[in-house]
């Protein structure tokens, strides 16, 4: 073979893989406050192997942990990160109408949780997000919140005045405990375990699965499932990352974010039915019999408040869902 000839040759092997391009790879990153063995944690890992899988890897979606649901958020509506996993304590501080799924026991369980969250009041909601410069692209959640003290056994109402309670960041939730005669004192997550080492709060309040993850058995003696106030999450991403998804991959955006939803409501689903049992095993007493008739009554005056500062129709619509 003659030399014109062998680098002739040599160019047509080299040609296919010269003239590949490199995969392109984008990168979204998600951000949420537990540990990745938790309903949050399965959720984000969920939508990433899921968005990864329906693009064919043209996204590398990375998750990370951060324990400040606020900074977290103030971070996406920059674009210093691309979405967050957020329960809704500090939500309504960015986008007012969310507050209307903080009031106490305004949802009678997870299915009227799960359908009104889903259904037009939910998604009217999620409307309201990009005024305020963000995305919200699904509901996900944490459950029921349940009261824990390192104090006493909380029976009835009575039983929370005096308490120093951490709250989230919100104020129907710092208004209810307010009402109950406790002292709320909001902090973000990444605060709470040494506040309650320290003897600056009391007590705490947050979902089963929450308190389970985050081995707040540790730190807390008693539990009482007050169940008082259903705590939903929502994905909420940063407007020009949503953007720059063209039609296509916004619909599988939209898939792997339903995907999510389903795998995090089943493990709460799931932490929730083996929650007490596994508290009581790791040693804290947990009061299962709850007077939540005591609670709503002492907690009339800011229901009263609340018809007046929030969005009345809609609450009772929700109230009203069948
Ligand atoms: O208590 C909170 O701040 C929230 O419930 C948490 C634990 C960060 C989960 O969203």
Known sequence: ??????????????????????????????????????????????????????????????????????????????????????????????????????????????THARGVLDGEIGQQVLARFPARGLVGVIWIENGFRNLTNSRREVNTPADVRGLKIRTMENQVHMRAFTQLGALPTPMAFSELVPALQQGTVDGQENPISVIVANNLNQVQRFMTLTRHVY?????????????????????????????????NRARVTADDEAGVAELRRRGMTVITEVDTAAFQAALAPAFAEWERTLDAATLRRIRDWR
């Open 1 to 110: 073979m003659t030399l014109t000839r062998r680098l002739a040759l040599a160019a047509a092997l080299a040609a296919p893989f010269a003239a590949a391009p490199a995969m392109a790879q984008t990168q979204i990153t998600v951000q949420h406050a537990l540990p990745a063995n938790s309903h949050t944690g399965v959720g984000a890992s969920t939508f990433a192997e899921a968005f990864q899988r329906l693009t064919n890897n043209r996204y590398r979606v990375v998750a990370q942990r951060n324990d400040n649901e606020r900074e977290m958020i103030e971070s996406v509506q920059i674009g210093t990160i691309d979405c967050t996993f957020t329960s809704t304590g500090p939500v309504g501080n960015f986008v007012p109408e969310v507050r209307i799924f903080d009031v106490p026991f305004l949802f009678r369980d997870a």
């Open 231 to 263: 705590s939903p999450q929502v994905m909420i991403c940063n407007p020009a990352m949503v953007g720059r998804l063209n039609a296509a991959d916004r619909a599988l955006f939209q898939q792997a974010a339903r995907e999510a939803q389903t795998a």
